[in-house]
């Protein structure tokens, strides 16, 4: 059984809902069959439709890139429905490597910075895991990138 962090608490959106929502009308199909398209668990869509429950990152990802959306516009934070997939997607991991680079700091420095445990960042990196969508975005903003940037999906920084 996966564990989950201390302080999770369930996140919901009716932005992101209603998104969703609109999203599969416009596919003209029911919500098992867009889980199926999307790749993702139909109790992932079931949720989000019903209740706004914002699904794991990795899930975001499954329908953003089936969709060719951002993550932003998928979860009704920006009106933009013009995606740029990177040439060559890369990971997160990878990203926050170039990053850290770029500025010139190291992961010890980052996570100083961030609201997030210490070791976040190298446990991340060794188990080739994702942060949550809060740290995603704060990441995101520290560094002045798109969350799609981050985790690679793109290489528009903004």
Known sequence: MARRPEDFEVKTSVSFQKRLTSIIDENDCGRKEFAVYAGV??????????????????????????????IEYLLGE??????????????????????????????????????????SIYEWMRTKGLPSLEYLKIMAEYFGVTVDYLLGRTDDRE
């Open 78 to 119: 920006s009106e933009d429905k013009i995606f740029y997939k990177a040439e060559k997607p890369t990971s997160f991991h990878e990203r926050i490597k170039q990053l850290t680079e770029e500025r010139g700091i190291k992961f010890s420095e980052l996570s100083n910075k961030m609201p997030f445990a210490k070791n």
């Open 41 to 70: 668990n139909k109790e992932v869509i079931t949720r989000a439709v019903i209740y706004g429950i914002i699904p794991s990152v990795k899930s975001l990802i499954k329908i953003a890139d089936k969709i060719g959306v951002s």
